[in-house]
T-cell receptor, first 112, second 111 residues
Framework: GQQLNQSPQSMFIQEGEDVSMNCTSSSIFNTWLWYKQDPGEGPVLLIALYKAGELTSNGRLTAQFGITRKDSFLNISASIPSDVGIYFCAGQRNSGTYKYIFGTGTRLKVLA | EPEVTQTPSHQVTQMGQEVILRCVPISNHLYFYWYRQILGQKVEFLVSFYNNEISEKSEIFDDQFSVERPDGSNFTLKIRSTKLEDSAMYFC?????????FGPGTRLTVT
């Protein structure tokens, strides 16, 4: 089946550090979405990406649509304690499908 | 800012009982979804709904599940005879473009 693998699975970082995480698949995707989920809450959309090579920022967050269309990357600059949470990528394979496949998640813990 | 709402926030039911989870998607959205997340795991697609019909469903979405958009605002997920393994967070989502927005979820506990 279709699988989106996220790396790393979890990470501890110091406040102020930059964070990088990625999402990879063996399949090509047309759209990538990045979400953040806090405990007990729904995923919150951070960034949407629509074409290969696209680089999009949202405040301290920057995401890129990989040129192979099989991966995507999320960077967080100058992390703060409220960045704690689980980050999920989600991909839509092509225009003929409606569903989004979610990645396995990266759990971020920020040490003040 | 418009948002997806879900009720109830927590539902406890006995095995074998029927439950209906309710969602009000963002008003101008056209595509509606239900997802499930078992505690500590990833978000799993259940079903998508467009133009008043199911457009796609996963293997999880078997005959025990159904969805309905009974009026212009509500979108419901029904589980006919709940099983212990149905215990999870259920999220509704909607979109008009490719940006998909989630509700806060309903925690379903089957005892």
């Amino acid at each position: 089946g279709q699988q989106l693998n996220q790396s790393p699975q979890s990470m501890f970082i110091q406040e102020g550090e930059d964070v990088s995480m990625n999402c990879t698949s063996s399949s090509i995707f047309n759209t990538w979405l990045w979400y953040k989920q806090d405990p007990g809450e729904g995923p919150v959309l951070l960034i949407a990406l629509y074409k290969a090579g696209e680089l999009t920022s949202n405040g301290r967050l920057t995401a890129q649509f990989g040129i192979t269309r099989k991966d995507s990357f999320l960077n967080i600059s100058a992390s703060i304690p409220s960045d704690v949470g689980i980050y999920f990528c989600a991909g839509q394979r092509n225009s003929g499908t409606y569903k989004y496949i979610f990645g396995t998640g990266t759990r971020l813990k920020v040490l003040a | 800012e418009p948002e997806v709402t879900q009720t109830p926030s927590h539902q406890v039911t006995q095995m074998g009982q029927e439950v209906i989870l309710r969602c009000v998607p963002i008003s101008n959205h056209l595509y509606f979804y239900w997802y499930r997340q078992i505690l500590g795991q990833k978000v799993e697609f259940l079903v998508s709904f467009y133009n008043n019909e199911i457009s796609e469903k996963s293997e999880i979405f078997d005959d025990q599940f159904s969805v309905e958009r009974p009026d212009g605002s509500n979108f419901t997920l029904k589980i006919r005879s709940t099983k212990l393994e149905d215990s999870a967070m259920y999220f509704c989502a909607s979109r008009v473009t490719y940006e998909q927005y989630f509700g806060p979820g309903t925690r379903l506990t089957v005892t």
